[in-house]
């Protein structure tokens, strides 16, 4: 592989460092082509929100052109069930001196959207998420179970960002992700419905603790909002349902003896640039769903497969029980898979192909419910065909502490000839029309992540003690337009890290940049959550920007790309 030459004008000392070594590390894995970095746009933090933030704070992100202000999620102990508006008026190109501690964008009014949900018949238990269109503010929130419809609130805003109460527009249990059509008559939301309860999981005889999973459509007309959604659900893909041929087999029902419609978790949305289709990820499930906006139909499921960390190029750090070097060893493990389940979604073309990319986390129901569904390696029986060399595996600096799903692999005498690890460790790239992969990231971001991080940020719990779990957890994925290429931004929920590709060959993506703000995973920008692309036309510096909140510091970035 040829050695990157960097141009790393405007960005702090700390992030060049990083920069630097993550473009001439050398680790760069073979199924991802690099050009030199000077043909490729770059990324320099100008902008930073982090008065009074805490965890809660700037979760979810949303830009709105005509205040040229940022609206951001607020849900925290003191501040619940909010947005808040940051101006980006006095936005300039200069990129930040002292990045980790500056704070140089205004804050303006906090909403509390509580105050204008509730009533006799509804009780709000926090928000999830916010989008925008136009000069309509759309806003999920939870409802009290969160097993309960929650709702959509939405708001007017004026040219000066203050934000006007519309209405509230009822749609499945627990809202998550949302997004608006391109041409903004069409609001898509993706109703998580995720299990109630706190304890070991206990499948009610009537189903009715886990509600049915959904997706709600609420058009709008002149920039006003129905009264009601349209709601999709899943019960014709159930077992004996009219569509039931139509799921593939390696869509995965986690809960024993679950229907598929109510197993199923839709996460993200994300709507195509013509506004036809909607890509919602069953984020436990290890799927797409692909709805035909149109006709208002699930058109198909697309099953995500499974990853196989026997080959190479797919190598994994699975140990927390290693010492904290740089970089850490990547191994390839025969039998070993990874399951995608993916979080963030976001969809692109090149030429007339539709294309969808996810960020590959790998969140389970075990990340708030005791289900037993997971396991450690060290605890399971393996087949000794299978893993001859069992023993040595199962120590804890190989596989012995690598958390897996104990529901697939068994073979007929209850011993495991295959082992399911959570997330991909990796983002991926689909063939929307066929729903064939068409790339994926390998070891490309936990070799950069290791090569990259100081020995210090490596040792920290973020980063070595989630190798045995989901490694650095892509969560987040956004793309974006710059002069004629197309880039995509994956995020990094443990490392504290955005990593820059450009996807204009959606087979052959070429890694561009490291963002990071964070000098010891307690200053800077902790946990990348939401990201949103603004293009140069919309952007108030008049060049393209990202946004980034971040869910652990509650602080919001903007990058300018040049």
Not at 25 to 39: F, L, M, R
Not at 67 to 74: K, L, N, R, Y
Not at 283 to 306: H, M, P
Not at 334 to 360: C, E, K, Q, V
Request: hydrophobic content about 40%; proline content about 4%; glycine content about 8%.
């Amino acid at each position: 592989m040829a050695t990157l030459r960097t141009k790393v004008s405007g960005l702090s000392l700390a992030v060049a460092v990083m920069f630097l070594s993550a473009c001439g590390g050398g680790n760069d894995t073979e199924n991802v082509a690099e050009t030199p970095v000077e043909t490729q746009a770059q990324a320099s933090l100008i902008g930073r929100f982090a008065v009074g933030v805490s965890e809660g704070t700037s979760e979810i992100t949303a830009y709105h052109q005509a205040s040229t202000s940022v609206f951001i999620t607020v849900d925290t102990s003191t501040v619940p069930t909010s947005f808040q508006r940051i101006s980006l008026r006095n936005l300039s190109s200069t990129a930040l001196a002292n990045p980790t501690t500056a704070s140089n964008l205004e804050s303006g009014a906090t909403t509390q959207v509580a105050t204008d949900v509730n009533d006799a018949n509804f009780t709000a238990s926090g928000v999830q998420t916010l989008a925008i269109s136009g000069n309509l503010l759309a806003i999920a929130v939870r409802a009290t179970p969160k097993t309960n419809n929650g709702v959509v609130a939405f708001y007017r805003l004026d040219s000066q960002g203050n934000a006007t109460y519309l209405k509230k527009v009822t749609v499945g249990s627990l809202p998550d992700g949302m997004a608006f059509s391109p041409d903004g008559s069409r609001l898509v939301v993706a109703n998580e419905a995720e299990i109630d309860g706190d304890e070991d999981f206990v499948l009610a005889a009537d189903k009715s603790n886990d509600p049915l999973g959904t997706i709600s459509i609420i058009a709008i007309a002149n920039g006003t909002p129905a009264d009601t959604a349209q709601s999709l659900d899943f019960t014709a893909f159930d077992d004996g349902g009219a569509r039931a041929s139509e799921r593939p087999s390696d869509v995965r029902i986690g809960i024993a003896g679950n229907d598929f419609s109510r197993d199923a978790e839709p996460e993200y949305v994300t709507i195509t640039a013509d506004g036809s289709k909607a890509y919602v990820t069953l984020q436990e499930n290890n799927a797409v769903a692909i709805v035909d906006l149109a006709s208002a139909r699930i058109e198909r499921i697309v099953a995500l497969g499974f990853k196989n960390h026997g080959l190479a190029a797919n190598a994994l750090a699975p140990s927390d029980r290693v010492s904290a070097t740089a970089p850490f060893a990547l191994k390839s493990y025969a039998n070993l898979f990874g399951i995608y389940m993916p979080d963030a979604i976001a969809s692109f073309s090149i030429g007339n192909t539709p294309y969808f990319i996810t960020a590959n986390e790998g969140d389970d129901r075990d990340d708030f419910l005791a289900t037993g569904e997971t396991s450690r390696v060290k605890d399971l029986t393996l087949d000794a065909t299978a893993f001859p060399n069992a023993e040595a595996l199962q120590a804890d600096a190989e596989l012995g502490r690598l958390t897996v799903i104990n529901t697939l692999g068994k073979n007929s005498s209850n011993q495991y000839e295959k082992l399911y690890a959570l997330g991909g460790r990796s983002f991926s790239i689909y063939n929307a029309t066929t729903g064939a992969q068409v790339f994926d990231s390998g070891s490309d971001l936990e070799q950069r992540a290791y090569a990259t991080l100081p020995t210090a940020l490596l040792g920290k719990s973020q980063v070595l003690g989630r190798l045995d779990n989901k490694g650095p957890e892509p969560e987040s994925v956004v793309v974006g337009q710059i002069g004629s290429k197309t880039y995509a931004f994956v995020g990094l929920e443990r490392t504290s890290a955005i990593l820059m590709y450009d996807v204009s060959n959606p087979a052959a993506p070429v890694f561009v940049q490291w963002l990071q703000n964070t000098t010891d995973m307690a200053d800077g920008d902790i946990s990348p959550e939401g990201l949103e692309f603004v293009p140069a036309a919309n952007s108030p510096t008049g060049k393209a920007l990202l946004l980034a909140g971040y869910e652990v510091s509650g602080t919001l970035a903007v990058y300018e790309i040049n």
